[in-house]
């Protein structure tokens, strides 16, 4: 079955340095998403993605936030500046279609921790 | 706007029936869904519920939704150790597809 796949598992970095979260999305898949979830809180939306451009941005994904799709498979969100408070578990996830009912499928998430 | 809430942690024993309940606040949401997530794995979709709709079952699970009261639950039929998981409810509105979340029920189930 296919599946969503993210790299790394965990990352480890120090406050201000940049991370880029890697993600693979199903591949006849054409929305793409990033979610992310601060330990002990709930899943939050950041953006959405689709044709190139950004659909739909969280108040969240501020300029230190960007996503691009550098290829035909891979989907990235980088973080500029990485903060303390970016710690959390990164989830992408891709659908077929954008209307509501449209079936997201998560990848296994990136725990970030920022030192 | 949107708030989805949870109960934090729910502990059955093999063999009972579970119910996650879950309250939501945004009368314009359209879908209702239910994810499952295992530990080191991604969301899983379980079931979805079309706000027209009161009830779907799908095998052992039993979607229950209230929208005049914005509640919806989650009931798994003669559960197993292997449905031991965090499960999420989420909404969303007919377009744009962003999926609001709640902070997740912790499942629990004693053999």
């Known amino acids: 079955e296919p599946e969503v796949t993210q790299t790394p598992s965990h990352q480890v970095t120090q406050m201000g340095q940049e991370v880029i979260l890697r993600c693979v999305p199903i591949?006849?898949?054409?929305?793409f998403y990033w979610y992310r979830q601060i330990l002990g809180q709930k899943v939050e939306f950041l953006v959405s993605f689709y044709n190139n451009e950004i659909s739909e941005k969280s108040e969240i994904f501020d300029d230190q936030f960007s996503v691009e799709r550098p290829d035909g498979s891979n989907f990235t969100l980088k973080i500029r500046s990485t903060k303390l408070e970016d710690s959390a578990m990164y989830f992408c996830a891709s659908s077929e279609g954008f209307r509501g009912g449209e079936t997201q499928y998560f990848g296994p998430g990136t725990r970030l921790l920022v030192l | 706007g949107e708030d989805v809430e949870q109960s934090l942690f729910l502990s059955v024993r093999e063999g009972d029936s579970s119910v996650i309940n879950c309250t939501y606040t945004d009368s314009s949401s359209t879908y209702l869904y239910w994810y499952k997530q295992e530990p080191g794995a991604g969301l899983q979709l379980l079931t979805y519920?079309?706000?027209?709709?009161d009830m779907k079952q799908d095998q052992r699970l039993t979607v229950l939704l209230n929208k005049k009261d914005k509640h919806l639950s989650l009931r798994i039929a003669d559960t197993q150790t292997g449905d031991s998981a965090i499960y999420f409810c989420?909404?969303?509105?007919?377009?744009?597809?962003?999926?609001?979340f709640g902070a997740g029920t912790i499942l629990r189930v004693k053999s």
């Open positions: 591949s006849n898949h054409l929305y």
């Open positions: 519920i079309f706000s027209n709709m």
């Open positions: 989420a909404e969303s509105m007919e377009y744009g597809n962003k999926l609001v």
